[in-house]
């Protein structure tokens, strides 16, 4: 597989790790080729923020990702709203960090609460920003927030000039999607409702079963017992020629879990049969027609 068609496979660090730097380490020692940074300090004082990353550790992280041919993303903290006053400062210090680990990639979530064109006038400048720097803005779909509202925002941003490039796309979240209330326990709908100008550059895979956010581990939910779905999800992200990162998100007991749902996918996606789904997909229209 081409670097440009390659998709890699990741973890992410954790409020529930014992260290911030051991499921990286754990990404490291066992050939993961993505990672992501995730600084989610919780009210109870656990996870960390980028103020517990020193400049020396920063460096280390970017030597070691470029040694082992590991494609690093930030995902941003979870209160940062684009659209809310005084978020410039946690939005300065998590691109700051982005830079210094070396990420390829930037996730955001999609906050749809005064409008999509608010919205993406908002990230527009980050996006700029962000193409200064070489790295890409992923925006992420949150339980929240529906395909017509990626629809409406790519279309805005395409309106800008702004895709078509490959410097901003969305991050689909599998999970979010499986909690989404046009596509509850159907995220394959969700995938199946975008538009084909949403481009598709990051993915985070965690399971539930349509109740809340759990993020089981990938296979231990629903997939547990039937892996048609992941199946069909890997097809589509074919079909739509994604290539990025999937980054698994949690830090299970025992961590080994992690290996294997990695190895279950690397399987899985070395046996997808585009041609075949290409052909289901055309036999789903003619049904349609």
């Avoid at 990741?10 to 380490?25: D, I, K, R, W, Y």
């Amino acid at each position: 597989m081409s670097e440009r068609n390659r998709i890699r496979i990741g973890n992410q660090t954790s409020f529930s790790a014992s260290a911030v730097l051991q499921p990286f380490e754990y990404a490291v020692a066992n050939g993961f080729d993505a990672f992501e940074w995730f600084p989610d300090r919780k009210e109870s004082g656990t996870g960390w923020t980028e103020s517990d990353i020193s400049g020396d550790v920063r460096t280390m992280i970017r030597n070691t990702a470029r040694a082992y041919d590991i494609s690093i993303s930030v995902h941003a903290p979870g209160r940062l709203n684009p659209l809310e006053p005084g978020t410039d400062e946690l939005m300065h210090r998590t691109t700051e960090f982005a830079q210094d680990v070396g990420a390829a990639l930037l996730n955001i979530h999609l906050m749809s609460g005064q409008g999509i064109s608010g919205y993406a006038d908002a990230v527009i400048p980050l996006i700029r920003h962000l193409i200064r720097s070489g790295i890409r803005l992923s925006i992420e779909n949150t339980p929240d927030t529906g395909p017509r509202d990626f629809n409406e925002l790519f279309t805005y941003l395409g309106n800008a000039g702004l895709i078509g490039r490959g410097h901003v796309g969305m991050c689909f979240d599998m999970g979010h999607a499986n909690l989404c209330e046009d596509t509850r326990n159907d995220y394959l709908k969700y995938i199946d409702l975008l538009e084909p100008l949403v481009p598709v550059i990051h993915m985070h895979m965690h399971e539930n079963y349509g109740d809340y956010d759990s993020h089981l581990p990938i296979f231990t939910g629903p997939a547990g017992n039937d892996i048609s779905g992941v199946k069909e999800l890997m097809l589509r992200m074919k079909e739509r020629h994604f290539s990025g990162s999937i980054i698994l998100e949690q830090w299970p007991q025992p961590a080994s879990m992690l290996r294997e749902a990695r190895n279950r996918l690397l399987d899985i996606i070395s046996k997808t049969d585009t041609d075949k789904w290409k052909f289901n997909l055309k036999e789903k229209k003619n049904e349609k027609n």
